[in-house]
């Protein structure tokens, strides 16, 4: 009896003791679907709200440095990863011969600089004695009027007393000779005036009394020519020392020391870190839901810890396929639909651009929530082009050509419309037959 009770006993005791087990999984069971229900709530929520994209990368302005000139490289000790500032060498080319006649240029600027002095010297000394000269002159000229005036006032008295017998024909020649003789000394005198003044003007262009001089008209002509030549050659030296346009890292050198370079041969590639944004390649499908300035999450593969942000700057307006170096004819009339790329631009406003390389696989997270921000770069709305004015002229010419049509109300009476029988019948169908061709296709 006492073994039944304690067999009874322990059964019950096992049997209250099983089901305590159940209520722990229940629990599991129900916190675990309803951590896949808020997962799969945020998901969709997720997918509604945002456009993703994995196939974005980094990119930024690539800048390929070349020198204009050929020359062997004398100076080049570059390596990817330096830094370079605005305006620094990059590489140094053979300049000797060019500096030498560098050299010869600048000694001979000095040499017509020295010429042209000295002929502006001479001809300012010629042009002063010519001009003393002409001023003697012209006194000489004024006396020897003088003289003539006089000599011409005692020629007329004597040839008055003479006529009134009141002197000898021997003193009227003598007065006429005097008068003769300072009407001669007064035209060489001006004779020597009008000399004077030719030979001032001769001073001017370097013909002097005492010899030719180069003019100095002549002499600056060929200065010009020769800082233009020094100008020339000044920049054919600074072209042989090639430097970076911008502020950048080192990508890619393409040269090495005492290599003989070609002009337009590459030198080095390089980009600025400052100026780098993703660009993204969206499906088609997708590019409706985004507007530009929309918010976008940047998560870069080789930056996982660090966080980046911007906004949607550019959305392309041709695909991809637009752009490939061979395109697809299908010349065999087989097709199969391809989801197309849109490139869509995007700028980085928040994170360390530094720290990003062109060609980094990122992943962006566009909020098409978002209605974007104003100032933002926009879109261009589509080219005006000259098929679209023809349309607009011909559509434009085409309603004033029906506007300047009479109509049927206005050249059928009321009695002679549709409906009308007889006499009236035939009035109706002479005034259809007047009227013009453009009304009658109409």
């Known amino acids: 009896m006492a073994e039944h009770t304690q067999e009874d006993t322990s059964k019950k005791t096992h049997q209250r003791a099983k089901p305590r087990r159940h209520p722990f999984?229940?629990?599991?069971?129900?916190?675990?679907?309803?951590?896949?229900?808020?997962?799969?709530?945020?998901?969709?929520?997720h997918r509604m709200t945002h456009v993703s994209g994995k196939d974005a990368q980094v990119a930024s302005h690539v800048i390929t440095i070349s020198s204009r000139l050929d020359?062997?490289?004398?100076?080049?000790?570059?390596?990817?990863?330096?830094?370079?500032?605005?305006?620094?060498?990059?590489?140094?080319?053979?300049?000797?011969?060019?500096?030498?006649?560098?050299?010869?240029?600048?000694?001979?600027?000095?040499d017509i600089q020295t010429r042209l002095d000295l002929a502006q010297k001479q001809i300012g000394g010629g042009v002063r004695q010519t001009q003393s000269m002409l001023a003697a002159?012209?006194?000489?000229?004024?006396?020897?009027?003088?003289?003539?005036?006089?000599?011409?006032?005692?020629?007329?008295?004597?040839?008055?007393?003479?006529?009134?017998?009141?002197?000898?024909?021997?003193?009227?020649?003598?007065?006429?000779?005097?008068?003769?003789?300072?009407q001669a000394d007064y035209q060489r005198?001006?004779?020597?005036?009008?000399?004077?003044?030719?030979a001032i003007a001769n001073a001017h262009t370097g013909l002097l009394p005492g010899g030719q001089i180069t003019n100095p008209n002549v002499l600056k002509s060929q200065l010009k020519v020769a800082h233009a030549e020094l100008a020339h050659q000044q920049n054919m030296i600074d072209d042989l020392a090639v430097r970076s346009p911008i502020k950048g890292v080192v990508d890619k050198t393409f040269i090495e020391q005492d290599e003989y370079v070609s002009a337009g041969q590459p030198i080095v590639m390089m980009h600025d870190p400052d100026d780098v944004w993703i660009a993204a390649k969206m499906k088609e499908t997708k590019v409706h839901d985004l507007l530009v300035g929309q918010p976008v999450q940047i998560s870069v593969d080789a930056r996982p810890d660090t966080h980046y942000s911007g906004h949607v700057q550019v959305i392309g307006d041709a695909a991809t396929n637009q752009f490939a170096l061979l395109p697809d004819p299908n010349p065999s009339g087989n097709f199969t639909k391809i989801t197309q790329r849109i490139p869509v631009r995007i700028a980085i406003d928040h994170g360390p651009k530094p720290l990003l390389a062109p060609g980094m696989m990122v992943e962006v997270d566009i909020d098409i929530t978002s209605n974007g921000k104003a100032g933002k770069r926009q879109q261009k709305k589509p080219a005006h082009t000259s098929h679209d004015?023809?349309?607009?002229?011909?559509?434009?010419?085409?309603?004033?050509?029906?506007?300047?049509?009479?109509?049927?109300?206005?050249?059928?009476?009321?009695?002679?419309?549709?409906?009308?029988?007889?006499?009236?019948?035939?009035?109706?169908?002479?005034?259809?037959?007047?009227?013009?061709p453009a009304s009658q296709l109409d």
């Open 389 to 436: 004015e023809v349309s607009s002229r011909s559509t434009s010419s085409h309603t004033s050509q029906l506007s300047a049509t009479p109509s049927i109300h206005d050249v059928v009476p009321r009695s002679n419309r549709v409906g009308a029988t007889g006499a009236a019948g035939d009035r109706f169908a002479k005034h259809r037959l007047r009227l013009s």
């Open 25 to 45: 999984k229940l629990t599991a069971i129900v916190v675990v679907s309803l951590l896949v229900v808020v997962w799969l709530a945020f998901w969709l929520y």
């Open 71 to 110: 020359g062997r490289v004398t100076g080049f000790n570059l390596i990817e990863g330096d830094q370079l500032k605005n305006h620094q060498l990059i590489a140094q080319l053979y300049s000797q011969p060019d500096r030498l006649k560098l050299d010869q240029l600048k000694a001979r600027i000095a």
């Open 189 to 198: 005198a001006q004779t020597q005036v009008d000399t004077d003044k030719i």
């Open 137 to 182: 002159d012209m006194a000489g000229m004024h006396a020897a009027k003088a003289r003539m005036d006089k000599a011409q006032d005692n020629y007329r008295r004597a040839e008055n007393l003479y006529k009134a017998h009141g002197g000898t024909q021997k003193q009227r020649d003598i007065y006429r000779f005097d008068y003769q003789s300072a």
